[in-house]
């Protein structure tokens, strides 16, 4: 046992004088393979060499050799993390790599669809305005010709802050904000959030944003507002988009008329379309030409002007110029599907 014990401790020094010569990885290398190696490393040597140990005598032998393996594991493993440490940076890197690039942040892709929206309106003329999220009953509805208790409240319910205060259902009731202080020719176009009780759907939300229009001039016609609405969606879309002007009501105007796109999702090929439930038809914006109540409320002569206005949903003309399938996509904050709209 002395004679094990005498060569563990020479193995110990003869390891740690070869280690102060290790220059560089191959030298390293030759020192693991001399001591380490399971063929003919000296650790292996000293293994077969416990035969000749008493039986009782064979445990103790056996720690020995494991702390002369442990220190040159030890040994050999710092000694290498220094090697890697002084290596060129250069090398570390694969050069031939394609970059990572860097993500910065960008505005939402509804907002850069609204900014999109206001730039054909700009160049039209039309001017921006801005208006409260949170309105009064009389902005939201009264002022709109929607008496209380009239039925068509309902399909405007939204959520109350008090019985006068709620958020507001549509951008409309800023047309009424601002014919009270400007008087005509108006051009103008309210970007902005709008909230109503509503179950999200694939094309409904309970908060979505809207960009309302009005012009109030005189001689102001449906033609006017045919035209601009066509102007703006087929340079919105493309040149041949198919447009649909459908007959319909809203108390602050008078003719009424919703507007459809072709459905950009299935163009109109799938019956089961979850878009436009196979119509080949999906609805982007109600219109009008002002209601000459509207125009009293605002003190404004309805015998001498005349206006058309028109509010459309942002989120809903966004999901079809993107082709997308789902509204609710844009809250939900994937940046997996965000990233696919940051500016380049
Ligand atoms: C209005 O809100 C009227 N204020 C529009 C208007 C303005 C008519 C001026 C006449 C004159 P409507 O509720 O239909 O109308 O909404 C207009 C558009 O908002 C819809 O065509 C649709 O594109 C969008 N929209 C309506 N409800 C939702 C909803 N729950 N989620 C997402 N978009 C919606």
């Known amino acids: 046992m ?7 401790s020479e193995h110990k020094k003869q390891f740690k004088r070869a280690l ?4 560089d990885e191959k030298s390293l290398q030759e020192l693991r393979n001399l001591y380490l190696s399971r063929k003919r490393g000296h650790l292996r040597v000293l293994i077969e060499d416990m035969k000749a140990l008493k039986p ?11 702390s002369l393996k442990t220190l040159v594991q030890e040994k050999l493993e710092s ?3 220094e090697f890697s440490a002084d290596e060129p940076v250069l090398s570390k890197f694969d050069l031939t790599l394609p970059g990572r690039r860097e993500y910065r942040g960008s505005p939402h892709p509804i907002v850069l669809f609204r900014q999109e929206v206001e730039d054909i309106f700009l ?3 039309f001017s921006i305005e801005d208006g409260p999220e949170i309105e009064t009953d009389y902005y939201n509805f009264e002022a709109l010709n929607f008496p209380p208790h009239h039925p068509a409240r309902d399909d405007w319910d939204t959520l109350y802050i008090t019985d006068d205060l709620l958020l507001r259902t ?3 009731p800023v047309q009424i904000r601002v014919m009270e202080k400007r008087k005509p020719p108006i051009r103008i176009i309210i970007p902005g959030k ?8 694939p094309t409904h939300l309970p908060m979505f944003c809207q960009v309302e229009g009005l012009v109030v001039d005189q001689d102001i016609t449906f033609a006017h507002l045919k035209g601009t609405l066509e102007h703006f969606l087929k340079t919105l879309f493309y040149e041949k988009i198919k447009i649909r002007f459908r007959p319909s009501f809203f108390p602050f105007t008078e003719p009424s008329a919703e507007v459809d796109i072709e459905c950009t999702v299935c163009e109109g090929e799938n019956k089961e379309c979850r ?4 119509s080949g038809w999906i609805e982007i914006l109600g219109a009008g030409m002002v209601n000459p109540q509207v125009f009293k409320n605002v003190n404004i002569d309805p015998e001498k002007y005349s206006g058309f206005a028109f509010g459309l949903g942002i989120d809903r003309t966004a999901m079809f110029a993107y082709q997308i399938p789902d509204m609710r996509f844009f809250y939900e904050n994937d940046l997996r599907f965000i990233r696919q709209f940051i500016q380049k």
């Open 20 to 23: 102060a010569r290790v220059k």
């Open 56 to 66: 009782q005598e064979r445990p103790m032998g056996g720690k020995m050799i494991n």
């Open 123 to 125: 160049a039209m003329g």
């Open 79 to 81: 000694l290498k993390a």
């Open 194 to 201: 709008v909230y109503r009780r509503e179950t999200p759907d």
């Open 170 to 172: 549509h951008t409309s």
């Open 275 to 278: 878009v436009c439930k196979g």
């Open 2 to 8: 002395k004679d094990f014990k005498a060569k563990i």
